[in-house]
């Protein structure tokens, strides 16, 4: 079975740019979360996808968005980056909209300069 | 919210010996901890969890064990290899979706 994929591996932007990152979920998983991992505040929950609604939503400003399309992909974007942004985005894909295992990607680098 | 902190951020130990990873958390609806282990470019990979109606899973080489009245949760691994160095997460997460919490990880070095 395949694993999250996510695309691109690798992103470097400007400051005030947009972004859009992409994550496949392993087959018959419905749930996929985001999370934003950068050395100083860890990994940080961005929010979580089920069923095309989003479920549940981190502490990140309004410049984070999401959505999740009828076959459990997700697309997360980011608008006006700022070099903070910078930091490894991961996706994780679940099987049920419950606390259940999650199965993370490898992650977007996002460099903002 | 949940607050999850992990102790040690760093640990050596030699190979073949044991390694202790403790994490505490305080919202006491919180009711499923797993564990990650991160390799270098990669992503976090599930190594073991655990959910509050159990005190103790093991599988293998790692075990984790949970105590709900004092909100901690701790991983061993027995008999340490140098493959299993890697940086380990803590996670908690209650029954209302998938937004987990995540300790600050701990940097383990196994010393062949």
């Known amino acids: 079975k395949a694993g999250v994929t996510q695309t691109p591996r690798y992103l470097i932007k400007t400051r005030g740019q947009q972004v859009t990152l992409s994550c496949s979920p392993i087959?018959?998983?419905?749930?996929v979360s985001w999370y934003q991992q950068t050395p100083g505040q860890g990994l940080q929950f961005l929010f979580e996808?089920?069923?095309?609604?989003?479920?549940n939503k981190g502490n990140f400003p309004g410049r984070f968005s999401g959505r999740q399309f009828s076959n459990s992909r997700s697309e997360m974007n980011v608008s006006t980056l700022e070099l903070g942004d910078s930091a490894l985005y991961l996706c994780?894909?679940?099987?049920?909209?419950?606390?259940?295992?999650?199965?993370f990607g490898p992650g977007t680098r996002l460099t903002v300069l | 919210g949940e607050n999850v902190e992990q102790h040690p951020s760093t640990l050596s130990v030699q190979e073949g010996d044991s390694a202790v990873i403790k994490c505490t958390y305080s919202d006491s609806a919180s009711n499923y901890f797993p564990w990650y282990k991160q390799e270098l470019g990669k992503g976090p990979q599930l190594i073991i969890d655990i959910r509050s109606n159990v005190g103790e899973k093991k599988d293998q080489r790692i075990a984790v064990t949970l105590n709900k009245t004092a909100k901690h949760f701790s991983l061993h691994i027995t008999e340490t290899q140098p493959e299993d160095s890697a940086v380990y997460f803590c996670?908690?997460?209650?029954?209302?979706?998938?937004?987990?919490?995540f300790g600050t990880g701990t940097s383990l070095t196994v010393i062949p």
């Open positions: 996808y089920f069923s095309e609604t989003q479920r």
């Open positions: 087959s018959g998983h419905r749930s």
């Open positions: 996670a908690a997460s209650e029954n209302t979706g998938n937004q987990f919490y």
């Open positions: 994780a894909s679940s099987r049920s909209g419950r606390p259940n295992e999650q199965f």
